[in-house]
């Protein structure tokens, strides 16, 4: 089963503008071939699927925690998506509709990705950055616990590499702080999957790291990451579960070279995460006559009521 928690995994600074084209970049990172959605569906299903989990402990806890990860990063990706589309952080919502003959999202003809202001109000889905949908053809789960740990190493070093890609198109500190973010945590389950294959295969996968090159230390937005260890961390995410994780990611085993030196350990639970940010509500994208306030007093009272 899953809990969840009202916070992302880290905190997002606040977009300058409204752009939606960065938004739609972003969302490369959810919907694409190597994005998240693709990663939490590998990992989720093979974690379903995985057989003699008593018997092979290890492996199935390691594919198991990182699916937790996973769907945090799902998270992750799709707030920082609206945020991009929504502009900067605004508590002040329209009172009401307005004046909608003045085309009021007459800007939002020129992006690349109109179907997410038509369709999802300015939000995310899971499509790519040129709003072609996320597939399930993208999920990969053999039953054979070494092609599958091959599988999810591959799948990594691509989703580092498209990540890096989309952090290079992008300006605003809300989209290259999420990637600077899930180019660290990408690199841990590369090498957590590089040695749990070691362990099976004895062959030391974790020597081709970082596939593709990546220096870390050249990406501002990394920096602090690295620095409070997030390279050589993984998390249980349960409080009792999974600990057998660090019979991989442990035993001696190090940060990989380039970076931050020190010894991998395993964390029960989930790291202190950052907030949520309020985006603004917008009447013109439903009706002239809308009326918030009134929507606004029921949440009030509901609020109230459940103090």
């Given at each position: 089963m899953f809990m969840r928690i009202d916070k992302l995994q880290t905190e997002?600074?606040?977009?300058?503008?409204?752009?939606?084209?960065?938004?739609?970049?972003?969302?490369?990172?959810?919907?694409?071939?190597?994005?998240?959605?693709?990663?939490l569906g590998n990992y989720l299903f093979q974690s379903?699927?995985?057989?003699?989990?008593?018997?092979?402990r290890?492996?199935?806890?390691?594919?198991?925690?990182?699916?937790?990860?996973?769907?945090?990063?799902?998270?992750?990706?799709?707030?920082?998506?609206a945020m991009l589309a929504n502009g900067p952080d605004n508590d002040d919502d329209e009172v009401n509709g307005g004046?909608?003959?003045?085309?009021?999202?007459?800007?939002?003809?020129?992006?690349?990705?109109f179907a997410s202001f038509a369709s999802a109000g300015g939000g995310a889905l899971p499509?790519?950055?040129?709003?072609?949908?996320?597939?399930?053809?993208?999920?990969?789960?053999?039953?054979?616990?070494?092609v599958d740990l091959l599988h999810n190493f591959h799948l990594e070093c691509g989703a580092r590499l498209h990540k890096l890609r989309v952090y290079e198109t992008l300006t605003d500190p809300t989209g290259r702080e999420v990637c600077g973010y899930l180019l660290v945590r990408g690199s841990v389950h590369a090498h957590a999957y590089a040695l749990a294959l070691k362990q099976i295969t004895g062959v030391e996968l974790e020597k081709f790291l970082p596939t593709p090159n990546i220096p870390l230390d050249k990406i501002p937005e990394c920096q602090k990451y690295l620095?409070?260890?997030?390279?050589?961390?993984?998390?249980?995410?349960?409080?009792?579960?999974?600990k057998e994780i660090?019979?991989?990611?442990?035993?001696?085993?190090?940060?990989?070279?380039?970076?931050?030196?020190?010894?991998?350990?395993?964390v029960d639970g989930l790291p202190e995460g950052g907030k949520i940010h309020q985006l603004s509500g917008i009447p013109s994208a439903f009706t002239p006559d809308y009326a918030p306030e009134e929507m606004m007093e029921i949440a009030s009272k509901l609020y109230k009521a459940s103090r």
């Open positions: 997002l600074p606040a977009p300058r503008r409204a752009d939606p084209n960065a938004a739609a970049a972003l969302q490369e990172l959810l919907g694409g071939k190597y994005g998240e959605m693709s990663t379903f699927n995985f057989r003699s989990k008593s018997k092979l290890p492996f199935y806890s390691l594919v198991a925690s990182i699916t937790a990860e996973e769907m945090g990063h799902v998270e992750l990706v799709s707030h920082a998506v004046d909608i003959s003045g085309a009021p999202f007459e800007a939002m003809k020129d992006i690349r990705s499509v790519n950055s040129n709003s072609m949908s996320w597939n399930a053809d993208m999920v990969t789960t053999t039953g054979n616990v070494v620095q409070e260890g997030s390279h050589r961390r993984l998390y249980t995410w349960s409080p009792a579960d999974y660090a019979g991989i990611w442990g035993q001696g085993e190090q940060a990989l070279p380039g970076d931050p030196p020190g010894a991998l350990e395993v």
